[in-house]
């Protein structure tokens, strides 16, 4: 809206109204502001992150120590899976009172603990005093306290099933249904019947050897020699029965 100004009614100067500009210019100063608030924010956050990732962080030893990408639920060295209970430093006198430094580690034993929950006998490095507190608290507990998984500890098994299973299979090596295991080889099992049946040859066996297993066709005084059992020795004194008359040949054969 433009207006004639009072005061120079001669000049007819023209007036053009400041609301509106003055308003607008004040839109643009607020929203500029606004940006760079705004900027200042995001490279603020993004210098911390900078900041966070290249300050190393400090180096703390927790009861899980990772080894190849394995979580191990004990902590390596001489140190109770258990309590945490490690060595000391002491000092040793000699007769002169000459002092010098020694170290006391503690009584550090590999033992299995039986676990009722999982009926198997389970593997942990204990101290001696460990174990007196382990009659009183419990197994499940102490692990519970220590944060170990029982579960992934070294175990023997001691359900009723699996001895059953033991003494049904002693001396049987469990097999792959599926594949064919021997000589570092892995083909798929034969299915097809007629082929069984016309195949000459006589399939691989396992078999345990002093605690170790091997494959093969074995002939019986291998097998045999596998199960440890002694081979027919031709040169073996006879038996004879009683009352029958033996001449004794040994002497004459010494002279």
Known sequence: RAWTHPSHPHTGMVVVSSARASLAINGLIVLGLLALAYRSTVNTQR????????????????????????????????RCGLTGKHGTIAYKYCFSHKRATKRQNPNIQQKYVFWPDGQRMVRI????????????????????E???????????????????????????????????SGFHRKVH????????????KT??????????????????????????VPIDNPFEKAQYEEGLEVEDISAAEQA
């Open 47 to 78: 210098n911390a992150e900078l900041a966070a990732a290249l300050v190393p962080s400090p180096a703390t030893i927790g009861r899980s120590v990772v080894v190849d990408a394995r979580k191990n639920q004990i902590a390596s060295g001489r």
């Open 203 to 228: 399939p691989l066996e396992a078999k345990y050897y002093h605690g170790r297993i091997a494959f093969g066709r074995f002939s019986e005084e291998e097998l045999r020699q596998l199960n440890d």
């Open 189 to 200: 099992r034969m299915k097809n019947p007629e082929k069984l049946a016309a195949s000459k």
């Open 125 to 144: 490095k204990m101290s001696t005093s460990a174990m007196k507190t382990l009659d009183k608290k419990g197994l499940t507990t102490m692990a519970k």
């Open 146 to 180: 220590a944060g170990i998984d029982l579960n992934k500890l070294p175990f023997k098994d001691m359900r009723p099933e699996r001895k059953e299973y033991v003494q049904k299979n002693a001396g049987t090596v469990p097999l792959s249904k599926k594949w064919v």
